[in-house]
């Protein structure tokens, strides 16, 4: 079976602060997807980024950057400079791909709180 | 290019009654998956359909049940409701089958069981 832990409930930042929200997962697969969503309290979830097992190249958008070490089984998301409309809930999510398809297993997600 | 629509955003039901809950794809995309939000379970996978035909079901009782449309479109049914039903539903979209994830979610029906 598949897991994903966010230990991390709830963090609070003042804008322009840097913040990293971690991600650890579990599973027997070798090959599988690592995800992190966005939802903002509209409700709906918005796709951030796609990694597969077999690329362990980090990655960065714009202030956004992704870490990811299979060694460890994390997959750590970190925003630079903050900003207010960074808050939401963030969700890290894994899918392997042996039937998987469109199946998640999401962590229990981070509220991230940027302030003024 | 319209997003994912969910039907109804909001409603209210009571112990023992059905409810269907309506999606509609963005145009194009021919896989759909739905998932149920709560504060104590997060986000747990219900089943997801691809032309018409249900490709995954996740770990839900017989009470819940999903169907797809020649137009892709879908619509999940939870009979006899109980008190725990009470959730965000969430109903994701994607072009291909087993997209593995690039889903695009709509706002979801947030559903009430009193």
């Known amino acids: 079976a598949q897991k994903v832990t966010q230990a991390q409930t709830e963090i609070s930042v003042v ?3 840097d913040v ?9 697969d070798t090959t599988y997807y690592l995800f992190w969503y966005k939802q903002p ?3 709906e979830l918005v796709f951030l980024i796609r990694r597969n097992s ?3 190249q980090n990655e960065i958008s714009g202030r956004y950057s992704w870490n990811f070490q299979k060694s460890t089984s994390s997959f750590n998301f970190t ?27 999401f962590g229990t997600g981070t509220q991230l709180k940027v302030e003024l | 290019k319209a997003g994912v629509t969910q039907t109804p955003r909001y409603l209210i039901k009571t ?26 379970q997060g986000l ?32 999940m049914n939870v009979s006899t409701l109980e008190l725990g039903d009470s959730a965000l539903y969430l109903c994701a979209s994607s072009f291909r089958d087993r997209d593995t994830g690039e889903l695009f979610f709509g706002e979801g029906s947030r559903l009430t069981v009193l």
């Open chain 2, 44 to 75: 747990q996978f219900l089943f997801e359909y691809f032309s018409e035909t249900q490709r995954n079901k996740g770990n839900f009782p017989g009470r819940f049940s999903g169907r797809q449309f020649s137009n892709s479109r879908s619509e």
């Open chain 1, 41 to 43: 309290p509209s409700g």
């Open chain 1, 79 to 105: 925003i630079t400079a903050s900003q207010v409309v960074d808050s939401a809930v963030y969700f890290c999510a894994l899918a392997i791909l042996t039937g998987g398809g469109n199946k998640l297993t």
């Open chain 1, 20 to 28: 990293t929200l971690d991600c650890v997962y579990e599973t027997r």
């Open chain 2, 15 to 40: 112990r023992g009654q059905q409810v269907t809950l309506s999606c509609s794809p963005i145009s194009g995309h021919r896989s759909v998956s739905w998932y149920q939000q709560t504060p104590g």
């Open chain 1, 15 to 17: 804008e322009k602060e």
């Open chain 1, 54 to 56: 077999f690329d362990e």
